[in-house]
């Protein structure tokens, strides 16, 4: 019994001073991550825009990243990487550390519509990131060259259903918004042209300006100069009402197609298992950004449509891929060959 009970208090003794040790650490190691995040940003952070400079998500992100600068004390910078519709820089991102110094802009085409169209793709949108914020909502529009020989809607489906095999069309890459845009539009009226995939509607849109693609579908921050400027015409928006940047563009149930309803958006998010610290530090940046009038004023100039604070919230942008996941998923499996 003796030496059993020198046993006991022998156990007791090495768990409390495990308990000791523990507890050491915690006091040691647990600080200095907290302080870690509390000081976040300590240096540059890296936004990645999954597409070529100068297309829609580009200039949104460069709009709004100078502002969220300001906030969090720390330059943003513009990470531009192209390849496969986006999807190769947003896997990029899902792998990279969750430590806040590495975000995408990501749009209904990376975080839902890609999910549809890549049986493989390597990471999945809803719960490989931590979504931080929703920027913007953008309408989309039906574009073509300005020769195209097609005065409005009407002309243009007939022409393309007459010459199947001479007509073209640009896209930023599968699983990108303009490709899959244009294959809802495709199907519902009966047309497989041959598609022209470049990195990025930005070079899309110069190829289209100088007519050597036929048409393509594009959001309508890309748009609005070429359209001001003539360069390019506007068949149809496809959305439920009129836009006041382009108010002569008929909307797609005026032209005759009210099943061509697309809404794409670009939103920020970081790589899964991002602390809630940094997420929340984030959040508050770019709710921010989106009331100050130097941002707001040229993302509304350029057609986009500035989220309310509600829709802001990494919980609502959370629910928005979820339901384009969903949307898109059975859209694209059931309409495009």
């Known amino acids: 019994?003796?030496?059993?009970?020198?046993?006991?208090?022998?156990?007791?003794?090495?768990?409390?001073?495990?308990l000791v040790v523990a507890l050491a650490a915690t006091l040691l190691f647990g600080p200095a991550i907290s302080q870690e995040q509390a000081s976040y940003p300590s240096r540059q952070i890296k936004l990645i825009v999954?597409?070529?400079?100068?297309?829609?998500?580009?200039?949104?992100?460069?709009?709004?990243?100078?502002?969220?600068?300001?906030?969090?004390?720390?330059?943003?910078?513009?990470?531009?990487?192209?390849?496969?519709?986006?999807?190769?820089a947003t896997l990029r991102v899902a792998q990279a550390a969750p430590d806040g110094y590495t975000l995408i802009v990501g749009h209904m085409g990376?975080?839902?519509?890609?999910?549809?169209?890549?049986p493989k793709l390597g990471y999945h949108p809803d719960t490989d990131f931590a979504p931080v914020a929703l920027v913007t909502r953008m309408p989309v529009l039906l574009l073509a060259r300005r020769e195209f020989?097609?005065?409005?809607?009407?002309?243009?489906?007939?022409?393309?259903?007459?010459?199947?095999?001479?007509?073209?069309?640009?896209?930023?890459?599968?699983?990108?918004?303009?490709?899959?845009?244009?294959?809802?539009?495709?199907?519902?009226?009966?047309?497989n042209p041959t598609g022209v995939p470049f990195n990025g509607t930005g070079p899309a849109m110069d190829a289209l300006v100088a007519g050597q693609v036929d048409f393509m579908c594009d959001q309508i921050?890309?748009?609005v100069l070429p359209l001001r400027t003539e360069v390019i015409k506007a068949y149809a928006i496809a959305s439920p009402e009129r836009d006041a940047v382009v108010p002569a563009v008929p909307t797609s149930a005026e032209a005759g197609l009210p099943g061509f309803q697309v809404e794409a958006w670009n939103a920020i998010f970081a790589p899964k298992g991002t602390p809630q610290e940094i997420v929340a530090n984030l959040n508050a940046a770019v709710v921010r950004?989106?009331?100050?009038?130097?941002v707001r004023a040229?993302?509304?100039?350029?057609?986009?449509?500035?989220?309310?604070?509600?829709?802001r919230t990494p919980e609502a942008l959370a629910a928005l891929v979820r339901s384009d996941l969903q949307k898109w998923g059975e859209v694209l499996k059931r309409q495009v060959p």
């Open 50 to 88: 999954p597409f070529a400079k100068g297309g829609p998500t580009d200039v949104v992100a460069r709009i709004v990243s100078a502002e969220m600068a300001k906030t969090l004390g720390q330059p943003i910078s513009i990470d531009n990487i192209v390849g496969a519709g986006g999807t190769a």
């Open 1 to 18: 019994m003796h030496l059993f009970a020198r046993g006991v208090a022998f156990r007791r003794v090495a768990a409390i001073g495990g």
């Open 110 to 118: 990376t975080h839902a519509a890609a999910a549809a169209l890549y």
């Open 149 to 191: 020989p097609a005065a409005n809607f009407g002309e243009f489906v007939a022409y393309v259903r007459r010459h199947p095999d001479n007509v073209n069309l640009a896209h930023a890459g599968v699983g990108s918004v303009s490709y899959a845009s244009c294959m809802l539009l495709n199907y519902l009226i009966g047309i």
């Open 289 to 294: 950004a989106l009331d100050q009038p130097e």
């Open 221 to 223: 921050v890309n748009a």
């Open 298 to 311: 040229p993302l509304t100039a350029l057609g986009g449509i500035v989220p309310t604070r509600g829709q």
